[in-house]
């Protein structure tokens, strides 16, 4: 007796996927680029007083390189105490601005960004989970919540991983 099996082979390369995942996560990352620009402005303010503060380190040590040990111990703990002061102030003022808002918005946002990156990549490997997340997508559409392009997205990968044989 004579049996014939037939197993379904993919249909596109598994890194061709991979490729292409990393492309989109690419262009994921420069969509999202506008979303950086407080957190720029915050490193640059942040590097404008540490070189302030080096400056003023720098001519301090010019000043006091001459005088006795004494005398070099009061001024340093002068400076040290008005530096301490100079930043509490510069801390009330990032306070106020929201800055410290704004770092944890912004790593809130990053945080859900990969959750929802590693949850898409679970389905597209579980089928299950991706049926799951069509009729989630589908119900939020049908209430007017997400607009159909993002349906969209979401069946187009369905339909791309629906010819993977388990």
Not at 72 to 84: G, K, P, S
Not at 88 to 106: D, P, Y
Not at 125 to 154: C, F, H, T
Request: aromatic share 8%.
């Amino acid at each position: 007796m004579t049996s014939f099996v037939h197993v379904d082979q993919p249909t596109v390369h598994p890194g061709v996927r991979r490729a292409e995942v990393l492309f989109g996560q690419i262009q994921a990352a420069r969509a999202g680029a506008n979303g950086a620009r407080p957190l720029i402005a915050l490193l640059i303010v942040a590097l404008l007083i540490v070189a302030i503060a080096a400056a003023v380190l720098v001519v301090t040590d010019v000043l006091v390189s001459n005088w006795s040990e004494g005398g070099l111990l009061a001024v340093w703990t002068v400076f040290c105490v008005a530096a301490i002061a100079l930043f509490a102030v510069f801390a009330g003022s990032v306070r106020k601005t929201g800055m410290a808002g704004l770092w944890r918005a912004a790593s809130e946002r990053r945080a859900a960004a990969r959750a929802d990156a590693r949850f898409l990549e679970t389905a597209k490997n579980d089928p299950r989970v991706m049926q799951e997340l069509q009729a989630a997508v589908w119900r939020q559409q049908s209430e007017g919540a997400v607009p159909a392009a993002e349906a969209a997205k979401i069946d187009a990968v369905a339909r791309a991983n629906s010819s993977r044989y388990y």
